[in-house]
């Protein structure tokens, strides 16, 4: 792609990764972008660098602006590959002397990273770099989402290098959401349930601290899709949603099947819950990715999960699903388990214990039907929807 001016002497000189469609067990069925930014200034700063297979693409960029031995400085807002991994042959290409600033638990992770003894520049959470006429302000945001994370402020532009926070797994011709609209806030959701969940309370203390800070932002630009310049505040209002964890009157009834008797009384809850008015999203685990589950779990206020016992245990797709969703730690939720048996009937038991786990509140003991489920079960799927429907906030 061609470098884009996105503010004066600020440039855009990522790559487009149109065709990856599993980031680390997360589908991206529209690829993604690595988004790196040049500042052209009394000196020129790198911000992050792309995806190792991406680098020509980067140095081809930067090329068609400046000479990259030009570069005075880069910036490590992230160590996580997809961001760093072009490190090596961009410091090779501008000079391994050349100041290289993180955050001090970037000092400690690049290393171990790269294996480098490069000119390493940890900074403090609040110290500046002058660039000439733009000052750099760092933010340390640990834990959103690797240890190492930090923000990069432009003051004069009033423009937020975001790292991960407010990306989006998107890969378009189009860099900015006005250019994109409503349709890019399924992707930032899938991105915020699948990344930032679990650490949404510290989502919400930055949100606070930047209030306090009074920070005012004129464009967002995360590392990944579209750069936020026409509303930066939608972003920001919708990360306050997700990670307050208000559920709605929803319901995802994820589950798997061996000969269909689960699944038979997945589509009684379902229509149980229907019944109830409850917006309700039926998942076969086998037909919808573990990602695209966890992004509808995102503001359901009920996950009812379903599994034959296969072999004294659960069915590999639905252990898979909740070890999950687990790690990410949704909150505010009720849940419900299900399923068919033959002889030992486990799964339930176990659905219950996982869930309890990450406490979510139980509202029915559970429903296990011996092999098939007769009219009197299936009454009695068809009834446990509407409990978990009545259950529900109104
Ligand atoms: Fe896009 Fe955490 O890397």
């Not at 480098?116 to 834990?143: A, C, H, I």
């Not at 019944?275 to 076969?284: I, K, L, S």
Request: net charge neutral; hydrophobic share 40%.
């Amino acid at each position: 792609m061609k470098p884009l001016e996105i503010a004066k002497d600020i440039y855009w000189v990522g790559a487009v990764d149109w065709n990856i469609r599993d980031m680390h067990g997360y589908l991206t069925p529209h690829g993604t972008t690595y988004n790196a930014f040049l500042i052209v200034d009394e000196k020129i700063a790198l911000i992050d660098t792309t995806k190792k297979g991406f680098v020509d693409e980067l140095l081809h960029s930067i090329s068609q602006i400046v000479e990259p031995r030009k570069i005075d400085c880069v910036i490590s807002n992230h160590t996580e590959m997809d961001h760093s991994g072009g490190l090596p042959r961009v410091m090779h290409r501008i000079g391994e002397d050349k100041p290289l600033y993180c955050s001090k638990m970037g000092l400690k992770n690049l290393p171990r990273h790269f294996r480098q003894r490069w000119n390493y520049q940890p900074v403090d959470d609040g110290g500046e770099l002058s660039l000439g006429k733009k000052t750099l302000s760092f933010m340390e945001t640990r834990m959103l989402h690797w240890p190492a994370s930090m923000f990069t402020y432009v003051k004069e532009d009033r423009l937020l290098f975001s790292s991960d926070a407010f990306g989006q797994h998107y890969a378009s011709l189009e860099r900015f959401d006005d250019q994109v609209g409503d349709a890019i806030m399924p992707h930032a959701a899938k991105y915020f349930a699948n990344i930032l969940l679990l650490y949404a309370p510290l989502v919400l203390k930055l949100v606070e601290k930047v209030q306090k800070l009074g920070l005012v932002f004129d464009m967002i630009c995360p590392d990944h899709g579209i750069m936020w310049r026409q509303d930066p505040a939608k972003i920001i209002n919708a990360y306050v949603e997700w990670s307050t964890q208000k559920p709605k009157r929803k319901a995802v009834v994820a589950y798997d099947t061996m000969w269909h008797s689960t699944e038979k009384m997945a589509e009684a809850i379902v229509a149980g819950l229907g019944e109830e008015g409850v917006d309700t999203r039926p998942m076969h685990l086998r037909a919808c990715h573990r990602s695209d589950v966890m992004t509808e779990v995102l503001d359901a206020g009920a996950v009812v999960v379903g599994s034959p016992t296969l072999n004294n245990g659960l069915f590999p797709t639905v252990s898979d699903f909740l070890s999950y969703m687990k790690g990410l730690k949704p909150k505010n939720k009720i849940g419900a388990a299900f399923g068919s048996y033959g002889w030992s009937g486990e799964a339930v038991k176990m659905i219950n214990k996982e869930l309890e786990a990450m406490k979510f509140e139980l509202v029915d003991p559970g429903l296990k039907i011996q092999y098939v489920p007769d009219d009197k079960g299936i009454e009695a799927s068809y009834e446990l929807g509407k409990k978990i429907a009545k259950a529900l906030p109104s």
